[in-house]
C-alpha cells in the first residue's frame, strides 16, 4: 500500500513546516490530490488515520482538493479533460498528449497556532 508512505512524507512535511514556525497545533491542512495520480482515496484516508495517530495531527482537519485531469494533444493541440494517464485526445485520437493538470500531490497549506 504505497499511500501510507504518501502519508508519511506529508506528515513529515507538516510536522517540519509547524516546527520551523514553532507551533505546537496544526489546525488544518490543504492537500491538491490529483485525480491522475494513483492515490486511492479510500487508502489513503485509511493511512492517514494509522499515521496521525498520537501525533500533533490527530486532530487536524484534512481538505483535500482532487484536481481534475487536464491535457493538451501534442498533435493538434486541443485540450481536454481525462480521466486516466492514457486516454487519447478526443479531437484527433492521438496518444501524444502533454498532462497539464492532476498529477499534483502536494501540500498547499497549513493553519497552525
Ligand atoms: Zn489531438
Redesign the pocket.
Known sequence: MHELSIVMSIVDIVNQQAEASNASVVEEIEMDIGCLTTVEMNAFEFAWQQAVRDTSLEKTIKKINRIQGKAQ?M??D?QFSIENLYDA?P????HLIHITAGKELRVKSLVVT
Open positions: 494533444c498533435d493538434c486541443a485526445c479531437a484527433c485520437g492521438e
